[in-house]
Structures are given as C-alpha cells and as structure tokens.
C-alpha cells in the first residue's frame, strides 16, 4: 500500500517549487497591457530584479527559457569569428559552448571535469599567454547544476585583472541566482544570464539578461538586429519593447509576487543565508548516510559546493532504486544525474541531485531527507544512521538567537 497520497515535493534542480502564492498571482484573467496595473508592475519586476543581481547596469527581458538568454548574451555582445574562452566544470558551460559554436563563435574549452571547480590560477596563466588578446571572452557558471560544483566568481575575476587582459566576464547565474551569494557590480561581472524557474521559483518562460557599459560597446561590432537585439529591450520607448511583442503578461504577476517575496519580505541576504543553512542540513543527513562510505558528495570540498543543488553519488544502482522508491512511495521528485551518461549506465544509475533552490524550508528539507532515509531502509541499502538527527542539528544552530 502506498503512502503517497499526499503533496508532491520536486526535489530535483529547476524547474523549482512554485510558491502558492505566485501560482494564485497568475490565476487571474489577462489584463490591459497598454496602462494600469501590469504596466506599474512591471516596473518593479525590473527595479527588483537589478536588486537580486546586485546591479545598477542594463538587464533586458526575454520570453524564453534559460537557453533564450545564453543566445540573446552571445548575438549581442559577440560578432562572427570572434573567440571566447569556456571555463567548463560540468554540462552547463559545454552547453553554452556549443551554443557560441552554434552561432559562429570559435570557444577554447577548459574542461575542468565533473567534480572540480574552475582554477583561476589555470585561467591566468592562459590569458597570460593570450598576448594576441584573441579571447573576447571568459564564460563560466556559478553553480554548474550537473556537477553541483560552485565556481568562485570573484577568484576567476581577479585571475582576468591579474593577468592584465581585457576579455569580457560573462557568468551564468541561472541555477544560482537568489541562491547564492552573488554580486554583479562589485565582483565585475560583465555579462548575467538567468532565467525565472530556479531560484526565482516562477514557472519557466522568461530570462534575463544583465549588461554592463562594456558589453554595451561590444555590441556596436556585434551589431545583432532583430529579435534578440536588447536595446529596445533594456531601453525602451513603448512598453511592448521590454518584451519584443505582447508581454508574458501572468509571469509578470508571478515573477512581481515573487520578488515581493524574495526582495521585500525575505530579503535577498536572509535568502542566500536560508539556502546556506539548508544545504549545509542536506550535506550533515549525506555526510551521515556515508559512514562507511555507502554514499558521498560529487562536490568533496564543501567551500566549492552549491547551496542550491547537491550531487550525490551512491553504490552501484542504489540511486535508480532510490529515485524510483521515493517518487512512487514518498511522492518526492529526486533529479537525474546529468553528465554521467545515460540510463543503464554505471555512473549514471549510481548518481542522483537534490534541487533545494528556492521556495524551500524546513517542513520540505526533513521531508526530502526522510524520504531518501527511508527508502534506503525499504530497499535493504547500507547506510549511515542518524541523517534526520544531524540534518536537525544544523537547523538548530541557525535558530538561536532567534
Ligand atoms: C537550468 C540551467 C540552464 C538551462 O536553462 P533552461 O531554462 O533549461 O534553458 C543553463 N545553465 C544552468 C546553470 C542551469 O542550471
């Protein structure tokens, strides 16, 4: 007899859990898009918006998921044949990679593997070389959602000015933003790109693109016309502009209601603490399960871990077992592992993500971990006791003083 008649937590890393509250902003019918409400709206949604990328400079708007965003950066802000430098350290950049290729751009690809974070070190000595000044570019992620590494963004910022080179910055921020710490203006970042279903728990279908004085003259050689020009876009005559055509006009009202969440009532710091705090509650129950070493971080160095997705990696097979258990038993949606191949592979079935961006507290963190406790113990898998326990323990020390 299954137990799973209750709510469905998705655990896995994006689209995330969408806050009642912004799915009851959007349950509304469509509304006048020449004045009133949405218009007043949409004017905090991009006020908002620069508040959690930390940033004074340009953003444009597009209806798109998170690849939309990667294309609308590169056509902006590259021309045909120029070259840019990826910083790989999972599926993510590679994708973006392939994407510039794609396009016409020439990428030099530093794969830093699925378990390591990019090294600046490595990174200055490459621009050191690059006396030509042939990279326009360094692309790399914050959180690369397939490895769950974390790359340490200022770090690689100071190995460009250490390395005297001018290569644009260009970070994508669509599995961290809201999540992690990040600060666009003083890190000198360049170039953002994000999307609304992560850590903005809004449903997918709208992105973001962040630009600085810099870009804005790289795009007088990129010259991109059309559609996925964002002049119009950041700077707008008539309010169509902001999205090239009809607004997304319900993701306004979802994506307003939760940045009202997020930047008015929770804070952005207080957010980035509160996903500091729960990672570090999924890490402990990990850390306990492993005794032993049944189960263990993709990420060993907890300093170069993200705090909205976790990779786990298990024995032979047991995360296909468990994925398979806790969605059909626990009604919990635990992520694939991405990068390691496919389905019957031995990498593969052995790895699975917890997504815990977002809209995420405690009630949902014990319930996840509950869930894996448990259908480790249904399934006969030797593991570690005690998870809950050290899960809770972590949670208890960020509440005093409360
Ligand atoms: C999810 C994700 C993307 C892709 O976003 P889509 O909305 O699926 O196009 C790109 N980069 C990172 C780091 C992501 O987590």
Not at 181 to 193: N, T
Request: proline content about 4%; charged content about 25%; glycine content about 10%.
């Amino acid at each position: 007899m299954s137990l799973n008649f209750g709510r469905q937590q998705l655990a896995i890393p994006g689209p995330s859990v969408i806050p009642d509250r912004v799915l009851s902003a959007m349950h509304r019918p469509s509304p006048d898009i020449y004045e009133g409400e949405l218009v007043e709206i949409s004017t905090r949604v991009f006020a908002d918006l620069k508040a959690v990328a930390r940033t004074k400079e340009n953003c444009a708007v597009y209806i798109s998921n998170g690849h939309g965003a990667w294309e609308a950066a590169l056509r902006n802000t590259f021309a045909e044949g120029d070259e840019v430098l990826v910083l790989a350290t999972g599926r993510f950049a590679a994708g973006w990679a392939e994407l510039a290729r794609s396009l016409g751009l020439k990428t030099e690809v530093i794969d830093f593997g699925m378990t390591a974070d990019a090294d600046p070190n490595r990174l200055e000595e490459i621009l050191r070389a690059d006396t030509g000044r042939r990279f326009k570019a360094v692309m790399v992620v914050q959180t690369d959602t397939a490895s769950s590494v974390r790359n340490d963004i200022p770090a690689l910022r100071k190995a460009i000015d250490d390395a005297g080179h001018d290569a644009l910055f260009a970070v994508d921020c669509i599995a961290s933003l809201g999540c992690e710490p990040f600060e666009m203006d003083r890190w000198g970042v360049d170039l953002m790109v994000t999307a609304c279903q992560k850590g903005l728990m809004t449903p997918a279908g709208m992105s973001f693109v962040f630009f600085g004085d810099r870009c804005v003259e790289a795009r007088k050689r990129a010259r991109p016309g059309g559609y996925w020009d964002w002049v119009p876009r950041a700077d707008p005559q008539v309010f169509y502009q902001y999205f090239g055509g009809t607004p997304p006009t319900h993701h306004l009202f979802g994506l307003h209601e939760a940045l009202t969440m997020l930047v008015h009532e929770e804070g952005i710091e207080q957010a980035w603490r509160r996903h500091e705090t729960l990672a570090q509650a999924y890490w402990a129950a990990i850390d306990a399960w492993g005794e032993g070493d049944a189960m263990t971080h993709n990420i060993r160095d907890r300093a170069k871990r993200s705090r909205a997705v976790s990779a786990v990696v298990t024995p032979a097979g047991c995360a296909r077992r468990i994925r398979a258990w806790t969605k059909q038993e626990a009604g919990v949606t635990l992520g694939v592992a991405l990068g390691f191949g496919q389905e019957g592979d031995l990498e593969y079935d052995r790895r699975f993500r917890i997504g815990h961006m977002g809209h995420q507290n405690l009630p949902m963190t014990f319930g996840v971990i509950g869930a894996i406790d448990a259908a480790m113990k249904a399934l006969g898998i030797g593991h570690g006791r005690g998870a809950l326990e050290a899960a809770s323990a972590v949670l208890a020390a960020h509440g005093q003083g409360a």
